[in-house]
């Protein structure tokens, strides 16, 4: 690092007691939000005398809900998985936890808030349930993929505040969605996964047109940081079949289950093979292991619950692994070259097209659901397709008696809805997310320099960093480490 | 590496783009193979009336079963628990969890078929349910296992294969003794382990004969590989008390349950007592620590669900935790100097005599099982014993209605053919292991010199070799770095 | 190393033969207290004809219930989040992790034994249920939060001993507050956390009047080091909510999931604040981020089933968030300094400091419970309030029917004994921890010398070693990889 580089670091490290300030100040703001809306929902709050009285659970209190297993899984996937996930470069596995770990908590917190404004009652108070936790924790992922796309390239500044924009526009968006256009998406593919990586991207073009993205010493893994990447990539693999199904329930939530297994699996295995095709000398690539292996789960994830029997969620699995192994290959490269846009972790690969095949084949999926596969569960599964007239309800409801009247939908306009939907998704995900790089390219949010890039010692106190500024051979050291024994520095 | 190696390695890269390509045919076999035969199962189906009517769940959807969270621990240890379990080699950690990840995502998909095929309907049709995902992921144990005899020393190649083949033989073996000798082995220790290690061990006799195994530079652990391989270890000791009650219900699971925890936790301290004692300074080995401790979870397997009283799981468990250091330290020399066994992870000490011991004491408890001590669950847990005669059934069905005819076994009959199972368990497997290792010593499959083994470059494309190449230095640097700074070279 | 030292070493290194045949002792002792003590439960015993007639469950086996989920999640929490958390020294990850294992593999079996020893039944029996086996986990916590202040600076031996010491203590001590004071501590930060804690920092002060601490070169962390103890980090975050919630049922266990989930969330954002501040550069500081974001988990265990509300919980998080970075920076130097309690993770301001800030809180929210925020649950949360008088009690059950007859205690009264509880739990912790640190000097535990102070090859038989031994630069080598390359050496 030449004197100049450093004294430009330290100009930027003033900002950082303004930040950790800042950090106080929305925490502050976040206690205001719920001291203004929040209390328990019923079966969480004493007050209740339901729970007291409990007739109907024979006077026992009642049991926990199995939904509290589907919402750990999914926490683990999101700060376990993604956090290590992201671990993979070589010298920025501190900050890929640890952002993980910080954005995370602020933005669960900002989730719960915006679904309870969302969800609000007329006497102005929001409810707190196990099922309110788990949407926040859905929500979370959406940022979470967002940053993936600009892993090494922010200060957490940046992050924090991109990740409570894009989860307001997140929340109207899937309000849209759900209760407008009234479309199926279990597993959010759509509604997180392609929302989270449109936005990012959209970010990281509005950062590449200032600054074209180039080749960085430190943009690549360690033997040791690849491991490390592995344990996100495998807690994910494993706890999606929850992911997809924790939001849906009987029969329709061990449909997801099964279906997610399938198409996962199938991709994983495709994964390897176009990985072992395209790469050097055939062998296998770790980037393509650490994140196509997943596009299964997230290609499924709209039609996880749907009729689309074993052989329809393995092909849909099988293709998702194809596809996001060639876009790491040859799309990223072209889109950063040509566009600009760079894309620290490939999410364009991983959440971004296997999410519009998700889009794509929960219309057609949804264009050839009847009354036939599905029974009833037709009605509960698209609630718009349910019958509008009472008389046709009731009839139903001898049989079936979780239906609400509908709009009569037919299976071509629920794929039309689907279709939309999907659209409304992509648009509203690059627009808001070109505004809000633009928002984050204020000064007051601070930025990273080239050659602070994937760089932990930007936001750590790294104990090497003592030792190194004790010693006056510190910038050769520092180079030759970094070239010959990118571990040995470590 | 000298000039010659470097040719024949890449005379061996070769074949890898048909390796790829083989995969994708492999993926391709199982999609046909599930379009053939799989639907869901009646609780996934929305087609099935049943869910909508529903009138014995009061309208209510049917709740996810309780079996969902013990799957779920399964399958983190069969992934993240064998896969970082086998990252203890100092380079071949990538290796371990990727492939660990690639054979277990087709392997599972293997297992669905192969248990399909068995219980296939009049219409010709299987069904996919929970239980069949759970039922799959134990299975894909027994290869996981295998792999570990033979980690570092086969192409990826080599082990789906024998993966295939030997799921198709453990699926045969466990039929035959689960249905036609009517054996109960609740944790799978002899199906699955016992069968597992010995059919890993055959084919390493295989390939021992061809090449007689020797000391390589690259087989030892790193500082830091020894700690990933904790992160696999402690998974599988947590979670082993699910693996061997999953497939259990009632007071047998949580017995099971139990049984498990204390026979894993006398094992896990005993291991370090015998490490500490046989050990050079008295020291502990961090190899009998990854393995060792879990030999308790094998041992108490078989008889897990029994009444063999706190007393007997806590003494198996001990037991086994001694008899597994000791191998490691004693026997597996022996049998890779006189046998030409090579045993990388030490399966023979970890599945193999334990999964033998398992099944001995399953025997031993099945000898003394008798009504006093187990009321008439003893005919749901030994159905073979339960009385043929109808008016005998007929009067334990007024106090318990799980039970079918059985065969009236006295309890030495069901102990003679527990030990019986044990046998054509343990002659299976390994005359299917040499014929497999036969198998794949063809040229189609591939095949790892000496000078490959243990090595991740052979598998994935790692960074540093872009490095390497650049350099004229790569012959010294490479070996320095090996011999002095183990670590410095990754 | 000094030809002295390594000398002196080596008289040590005889002991540990004595050592491992003590643990065989151990191991046979706690073999002889469960033949003499335990048998199954009812819910686990196949002799109780109840678990076959089962008509309450119309002939079905009862279901494994939810509550194994949350043992599960308590389970990973001890030995990964534990174990994990205390790798973050660059050369003792090895025993960190592995030291765990065999303490807590013991200690779970000693907290069975103290367990059923308080509940013995008249017959002379104690009984094994999956409640046992959670409240075993939980109690072994507490003495491996003892192992955090003294890690790196005990035999193994000494830390066996000083848990088995401490669980005798705690489970007194427990006894003491839950039976005869009759306080409440769901997530036992007073009982298991501060009682830890202080035991721990009394042990480290017995140690420290012999021997001042200071500086240790090997008393740090390595880039890799920090990232593994971030798995334990997350882990224990994520699963603090079971944590805390485990031994609770109905509307309390789900108030406690919520109310944890917002206190650790805003612990963490306000960590994270707190340490931007206070750090060197307005960075980040590892050991910050590994501790004090799971702070609001402790600080909240008491009150955790209370109705503090949601606003309630975020800001005892937040005060426990900035009090744990505000200790590590600013008390521990001068506790270490003036009081010579060298406290290597810092488990006084992780456990310590918001143990008793919990013990506080939740006297306060049990001063201002009324009937008119609990309902009559409040007579199930703090069961001394209930009234003795059995015609009020009859009223009561009509609505509720879990209430046992109490003491009339008034809320004022409540706060009074939890305040007592508090004191009486940091009392029996500081004079058993100081008896149990006068205890462990005793040679027969051994000791460890400064020089071997921090490094695994105290208890490790590594790799290195025998490199190293081969070579005659041994000295300079290792010091020179010590000082430049911490990682390079390992």
Redesign the interface.
């Known amino acids: 690092m030449k004197r100049e580089q450093r004294f430009e670091t ?1 100009m930027k ?2 900002n ?2 303004a ?3 800042t ?2 100040f ?2 502050g703001f ?2 205001c939000g ?2 203004a809306t ?4 019923p ?7 339901e ?4 007739e109907h659970l024979n ?1 026992k ?10 919402y ?2 999914v ?2 996937m999101i ?2 998985g993604f ?2 996930l992201m ?1 993979f470069l070589r ?1 920025y ?2 900050s890929a ?2 952002l993980t ?2 954005v995370g ?2 933005l ?2 900002v989730a719960l808030l915006c679904d309870g404004v969302v969800h609000i009652k007329e006497n102005g108070e929001a409810l ?3 099922q309110g ?1 788990l949407s926040a924790d859905i929500a979370v992922a959406a940022p979470l993929i967002s940053m993936g796309a600009l892993l090494g390239k922010t200060t957490y500044m940046q992050l924090v505040f991109m990740g409570i924009i894009e989860l307001i526009v997140y929340t109207a968006n899937k309000y849209i969605g759900e209760h407008l256009l009234m479309v199926v998406d279990a597993g959010d593919s759509m509604f997180v996964h392609a929302f989270g990586a449109y936005f990012g991207l959209a970010v990281s073009f509005v950062f590449g047109v200032r600054e074209k993205p180039k080749e960085h010493h430190l943009e ?5 940081s ?3 990447a ?2 996100g ?3 994910l ?3 999606w079949p ?1 992911f997809n ?1 924790a939001s849906l ?7 997801a ?2 279906n997610t ?2 198409s996962i ?2 991709s ?3 994964a ?6 395209v ?8 980037v393509h ?1 650490q994140n196509s ?1 997943l596009a299964g789960g997230v290609a499924i994830g709209t039609a996880a619950g749907m ?1 689309c ?3 329809g969620a ?2 849909i699995g ?1 293709l998702a692994g194809v596809l996001s192994v060639v876009g790491y290959k040859f799309l990223t490269p072209l889109i950063q070259k040509h566009l600009r846009i760079h894309d620290t972790c490939g999410v364009h690969n991983l959440h971004g097209m296997p999410g519009v095949l998700a889009g794509l084949f929960g219309a057609l999926m949804a264009g050839i659901a009847s009354e ?7 009605y509960a ?1 698209f609630p718009a397709r349910a019958p509008s007239s009472e008389a046709k309800l009731a009839e139903i409801r001898d ?4 239906i609400s009247a509908g709009f009569d939908r037919t299976a071509g306009e629920q794929a039309a809805y689907q279709l939309l939907a999907l659209l409304v998704t992509l648009g509203i995900a690059i627009v808001s997310g070109l505004i809000t790089g633009l928002i984050l390219r204020m000064t007051m949010f601070g930025s990273i320099t080239e050659d602070q890039k994937f760089d ?1 010692a ?7 960093e003592a ?1 190194e500024q004790d010693t006056s051979k510190h910038v050769e ?1 520092s180079t030759r ?1 970094n ?8």
């Open positions: 330290s490290m003033t950082h007691i930040y950790g300030i950090l106080l929305i925490e976040l206690l719920f001291l929040f209390d328990y929902a079966e969480a709050n004493a007050e209740n005398k729970n007291s009285i409990s006077g209190p009642s049991i926990l809900p199995v939904t509290y297993t589907l750990q899984d926490h683990v700060w376990i956090g290590f671990t010298r596995g501190q936890i640890g770990f910080l908590a602020i669960v917190q707190l349930s196990l936790l690549g893994p360690s033997y040791q690849d491991i490390f592995m344990i990539t495998v807690f693999w494993l706890f929850s199904s329930e009987g029969d329709n939530q061990q449909r289950i099964i297994l399938l699996s199938a994983c295995v495709m390897f093979a176009t990985s072992a095709i790469s050097k000398d055939n062998k296998f690539n770790m292991i292996t009729m029997r074993p052989i393995l092909a099988s036939e596969s599905y029974y009833y569960s037709l599964i049989d079936y008696n979780r932990d930007v936001h750590w106190e790294l104990e090497e030792h050291g480490a070239d010959q024994l990118p571990m040995g520095h470590m």
